[in-house]
């Protein structure tokens, strides 16, 4: 049996930023992480450059059942914290758009860097190690019996992600563990996730999978404005991604076709300088031509703008600007880049990410109840809670 102080168990992002930051205080720190490798996530995220945060970080970015959660971790530790790191290890990156930074050559960068710092911090990492049991013997006394041998450590910490992307190993073991230490799981599902049609409206827009334009999704209050992506089974592209971790069946969702404009003067606009234009014709100005005339084979009449009357234009204003989306569901965790829900937070110490049913027992990542929204805001909260867990650790 080997002693340590801190035995983690997931080599992901939150995992490994704990790792590194314990071990730095000088505490004997193990991670274990059943894939054969770390980092999967951050080597598949943003196309292989890995959004790894957002400058534009708040609070507000995230989904919780405890809204007021997840500001002591990330007031602690910012994204320019991180952003040091990175420029640190020389690692050249840049902004894409709205805050979001990546890497200018490959997300393995920011693995090796995570790896490098725990190999300097002294971190004993196991690949390829599956937990088999955990004995509880007593306040800051856990056993963990693993396929590498069994660990006696004094902290526990739960770092093993969501049920998001399967391929890549995730599995529920988190909820569970927590479950059996007493812990209460608020309901997960899929989150960051292209939604999917069935029926007459799949049939619609199913051959014009590969379009793309931009819009204004707008679900239960939120709204967000980005490019939509139309696939053979539904919608998918940053807008849509975005307000999935907002919609559920059965609720609302209307697309403003051209955000930023007013629908009406467009056309009202047009009908002046125009008249003799077909409606289709019009509406590519603003939209890629195929679904221009999907919509006038469907859902708008496709005619001369000088006939059409003031109260029509009105109306066809209104479609544009919230055009209706009757989504079935979603694609499931197979391609979502999180899951929603997860361990209660109102269990947890919001400094700490400590229990507070079992001392020495902490939860961090994706596994806790607090889900980030599209474009690095997921990685900062890992970066974050990770430190705010691995700073508390009593050495």
């Known amino acids: 049996m080997q002693d340590v102080d801190v035995l983690i168990i997931g080599g992901g992002a939150a995992g490994l930023m704990c790792a590194l930051t314990a071990a730095r205080r000088g505490l004997r720190t193990v991670v274990v992480e059943h894939a054969n490798r770390v980092g999967k996530k951050i080597l598949m995220s943003g196309g292989g450059r890995c959004n790894f945060t957002n400058t534009g970080t708040t609070p507000a970015n995230y989904l919780s059942g405890n809204p007021h959660f997840c500001k002591s971790a990330l007031a602690r530790y910012t994204p320019w914290h991180f952003i040091e790191m990175v420029e640190r290890h020389r690692i050249a990156y840049h902004e894409k758009e709205l805050g979001q930074l990546f890497c200018d050559e490959s997300s393995k960068l920011i693995v090796k860097m995570l790896m490098d710092e725990c190999d300097a911090a002294g971190v004993e990492v ?176 496709d005619r001369p703008m000088k006939q059409f009357t003031p109260p029509q ?26 899951t929603l829900g997860g361990v209660d937070t109102h269990e947890l110490s919001s400094s700490t990410m400590e229990s507070r049913l079992v001392a020495g027992l902490y939860f961090i990542g994706e596994v806790v109840d607090v889900t980030g929204w599209l474009g690095g805001y997921n990685f900062q909260w890992a970066w974050a809670a990770g430190h705010a867990c691995g700073e508390a650790i009593a050495a």
């Open 126 to 301: 196991l690949t390829s190690c599956s937990v088999e049991r955990i004995a509880h013997e007593g306040e800051r006394d856990f056993r963990v019996r693993t396929t590498a041998g069994t660990f006696h450590a004094r902290a526990l910490v739960v770092a093993s992600g969501g049920l998001s992307i399967p391929s890549m190993g995730a599995t529920g073991f988190g909820y569970e563990l927590a479950r059996t230490f007493g812990h209460a799981v608020k309901p997960t599902r899929a989150g960051l996730v292209p939604l999917t049609l069935s029926g007459t409206h799949q049939e619609r827009l199913a051959d014009l999978s590969g379009v793309a334009f931009d819009v204004t999704a707008n679900c239960n209050g939120m709204s967000f404005s980005n490019k939509l992506l139309v696939t053979h089974r539904g919608l998918s592209g940053p807008s849509i991604l975005q307000i999935s971790s907002y919609w559920q069946p059965g609720d609302e969702l209307v697309l403003d076709l051209l955000p930023g404009r007013d629908a009406h003067g467009f056309l009202t606009g047009h009908r002046a300088s125009r008249p003799d234009a077909l409606m289709h014709t019009v509406l590519a100005e603003a939209l890629p031509k195929r679904f221009a005339q999907r919509l006038c084979e469907v859902w708008l009449p």
């Open 313 to 338: 234009l009105r109306e066809a204003a209104s479609l544009l600007q919230r055009f209706p989306i009757v989504a079935s569901g979603t694609e499931g965790y197979r391609t979502a880049e999180v």
